[in-house]
C-alpha cells in the first residue's frame, strides 16, 4: 500500500552534482522523517541524511557542507543536493520513509528500491 520511488541517479565526474528526488503514494496517514542512505558494494548500509517533519537535518560527517536533503510535506518528497561529488560517494542510495499508514496507523520504516550513484574520478 506504501511505495517510495527514487530518481536522478546516474554517472558523474569528481567534483560534479546530482539531484535525487523520491516521492512516496499509497494509504500514507503521516510521514515522520525522510532520509536517504546508501551501501557500497561490499559495504553496510549507513544514512546519509535525515529530515524530520519539522525540517530538522542530520547528516552524515562524510557529507556536511556537500550534500543538502529537503522535503515537501504535501507532496510527501524528499530530495537530496549533492555537490562536490567524490568517488567514495558512489553507492546504491536508498530513499527512507518512517511513516504511519493509514491502515495500520503505526510508525514503520519503508524504503525505496534505490538509484545507483557513480562517481568517476
Known amino acids: 500500500q506504501v511505495q517510495l520511488v527514487e530518481s536522478g541517479g546516474g554517472l558523474v565526474q569528481a567534483g560534479g552534482s546530482l539531484r535525487l528526488s523520491c516521492a512516496a503514494s499509497?494509504?500514507?496517514?503521516?510521514?515522520?522523517?525522510m532520509g536517504w542512505y546508501r551501501q557500497a558494494p561490499g559495504k553496510q548500509r549507513e544514512k546519509v541524511a535525515t529530515?524530520?517533519?519539522?525540517?530538522?537535518?542530520d547528516y552524515a560527517e562524510s557529507t556536511k557542507g556537500r550534500f543538502t536533503i529537503s522535503r515537501d510535506n504535501a507532496k510527501k518528497m524528499v530530495s537530496l543536493q549533492m555537490n562536490s561529488l567524490k568517488p567514495e560517494d558512489t553507492a546504491v542510495y536508498y530513499c527512507?520513509?518512517?511513516?504511519?499508514?493509514?491502515?495500520?496507523?503505526?510508525?514503520?520504516?519503508?524504503w525505496g528500491q534505490g538509484t545507483q550513484v557513480t562517481v568517476s574520478s
Open positions: 499509497g494509504s500514507i496517514f503521516r510521514i515522520n522523517v
Open positions: 529530515i524530520t517533519s519539522g525540517g530538522s537535518t
Open positions: 527512507m520513509a518512517n511513516l504511519e499508514s493509514i491502515i495500520y496507523y503505526r510508525a514503520s520504516d519503508y
